[in-house]
């Protein structure tokens, strides 16, 4: 009657309609899905595959008709790439068959384990751990790490260069003339073609404590242990001026485009004009000791002075009475100063056999930047001015000399020769070489920067080529 055709084992009577209420949210959130309600109206669950996230990611190849010369090297990159990407499993699907079916990984869940397994995307690749920044063609692969030679292309005997920490006796002028003291005299020696001339000579009662060229490279002062302080012509040899003023001897002297500063051991500053007939024109007081680094910035606006009373002073034309700086952080004395020319501001200073360590300076607020244990006492600094780099000498215990990248401060290379402590540094005009001298009576040159343009090597020929001569 019903309309209703059933089987021949069930009756009408067997068959009940009953009414469901409308679904809340109460319901809906206690069940999910209706194969897992319990209900007798309950089906197969067919799952949304359009949800997916595997076709964001090509992960199916579709196998191309004509496969031109290049395919071969597609396919090894893209494998190479899932392999990188995703793991091994994926990878393999690309190397199925054509026309097999590429749902062997569809609906199967796999949990990822952050571990360090190979499946695991983050884990080494084969091709080195920066493989997968250069797969993504993100940073170009890491530059090779530049090459430093390690021993000297030329050695020089100076004999009688004096083993003090406090002295100041190798100067590189920018017409590429060495200066160096050596017991009671001067010497020039000429890197162009390796002539000698003797400079000055003090007499018996007097010797050479400080030597330092003007910027302009034709004239250079020279400190006394009594003292004073002398302006040589030396293209001509001859002194044209003699200044007093200090108590004690003169073991650091610095240029700026018209001012000399001398620093000595009765712990004063004075700022010398050749253009007025003063002996000096000003006098800086701040130190509790001897003062044995003194550096004017670039700009000739600031001078930095170390002392070795542990103290870094920063002064400048306007404060000639009191510092603008007064930095405490060194445990020892401060010899070692060198400003970049890379950064206006940016100082750096070197301490002592107690303190062996580097620290860098913003002058316009007194803030450390940071701080360098170097293992061994900071002798000198200088700034290279073609790269962003700085190289230090060093005394107790270690006698080396190292060149340091900035501001990272990784090791770029580190130097050994001299058997005793390496408390002399210049460089050369061109800002390629240096030389070292120490208490063992040697100059060393070394070849350590690159050229401001591209990196060239010095021609070890001429009077580069290795050996060992006198300049005296």
């Known amino acids: 009657k019903s309309g209703i055709i059933l089987p021949a084992t069930m009756s009408e009577t067997s068959l009940r309609l009953e009414s469901f209420p409308s679904p809340t949210i109460s319901n809906l959130s206690a069940s999910s899905s209706p194969s897992r309600s319990g209900s007798s109206c309950s089906d197969r669950f067919i799952p949304c595959r359009s949800s997916s996230r595997l076709h964001t990611f090509g992960l199916i190849d579709k196998a191309s008709p004509v496969k031109d010369r290049g395919s071969s090297g597609n396919e090894v990159y893209s494998n190479l790439l899932k392999t990188e990407l995703f793991g091994t499993d994926f990878a393999c699907s690309s190397d199925s068959p054509a026309g097999a079916s590429p749902s062997t990984n569809m609906l199967r869940f796999?949990?990822?384990?952050?571990?360090?397994?190979?499946?695991?995307?983050?884990?080494?690749?084969?091709?080195?751990?920066?493989?997968?920044?250069?797969?993504?063609?993100?940073?170009?692969?890491?530059?090779?790490?530049?090459?430093?030679?390690?021993?000297?292309?030329?050695?020089?005997?100076?004999?009688?260069?004096?083993?003090?920490?406090?002295?100041?006796?190798?100067?590189?002028?920018?017409q590429n003339v060495l200066a160096v003291g050596l017991g009671t005299s001067v010497y020039l020696w000429s890197a162009t073609n390796s002539k000698v001339t003797k400079l000055c000579d003090l007499g018996p009662n007097d010797s050479v404590c400080s030597v330092q060229w003007t910027r302009e490279g034709s004239y250079i002062s020279v400190g006394t242990d009594l003292g004073q302080v002398q302006v040589w012509d030396a293209g001509q040899c001859k002194c044209i001026r003699e200044m007093g003023g200090h108590q004690m001897r003169?073991?650091?002297?610095?240029?700026?485009?018209?001012?000399?500063?001398?620093?000595?051991?009765?712990?004063?500053?004075?700022?010398?004009?050749?253009?007025?007939?003063?002996?000096?024109?000003?006098?800086?007081?701040?130190?509790?000791?001897?003062?044995?680094?003194?550096?004017?910035?670039?700009?000739?606006?600031?001078?930095?002075?170390?002392?070795?009373?542990?103290?870094?002073?920063?002064?400048?034309?306007?404060?000639?009475?009191?510092?603008?700086?007064?930095?405490?952080?060194?445990?020892?004395?401060?010899?070692?100063?060198a400003w970049s020319p890379h950064q206006n501001g940016l100082l750096a200073s070197g301490g002592g056999t107690a303190d062996r360590c580097i620290r860098f300076w913003n002058t316009a607020n007194g803030n450390q930047l940071n701080k360098i244990d170097t293992g061994s006492q900071v002798c000198n600094l200088a700034w290279s001015k073609n790269v962003n780099e700085i190289v230090s000498t060093h005394g107790y215990s270690q006698n080396q000399i190292m060149i340091w990248k900035y501001p990272s401060m990784g090791k770029v290379a580190t130097l050994t020769g001299h058997s005793l402590r390496v408390l002399y540094l210049a460089m050369s005009p061109d800002g390629q070489t240096i030389v070292t001298g120490a208490g063992d009576e040697t100059l060393r040159f070394w070849s350590v920067f690159p050229s401001a343009k591209a990196p060239a090597s010095v021609r070890e020929t001429g009077i580069w080529s290795s050996g060992r001569s006198q300049i005296r």
């Open 250 to 337: 003169t073991g650091i002297l610095t240029w700026s485009s018209r001012i000399l500063a001398s620093g000595s051991r009765d712990r004063s500053i004075l700022l010398h004009d050749l253009r007025v007939q003063a002996d000096h024109v000003g006098k800086l007081v701040g130190h509790r000791s001897e003062v044995c680094g003194l550096k004017w910035s670039h700009d000739d606006r600031e001078l930095a002075s170390g002392g070795n009373d542990n103290q870094l002073l920063v002064w400048n034309h306007h404060s000639h009475q009191q510092p603008v700086l007064k930095l405490t952080e060194h445990v020892a004395a401060v010899k070692a100063i």
């Open 110 to 174: 796999k949990t990822e384990h952050h571990s360090s397994g190979q499946n695991s995307p983050f884990s080494p690749s084969i091709l080195g751990s920066d493989s997968s920044r250069f797969i993504a063609g993100g940073d170009t692969p890491p530059k090779p790490p530049r090459k430093v030679p390690k021993t000297p292309h030329k050695v020089l005997d100076a004999p009688s260069l004096q083993d003090d920490f406090y002295l100041n006796l190798v100067d590189w002028s920018s």
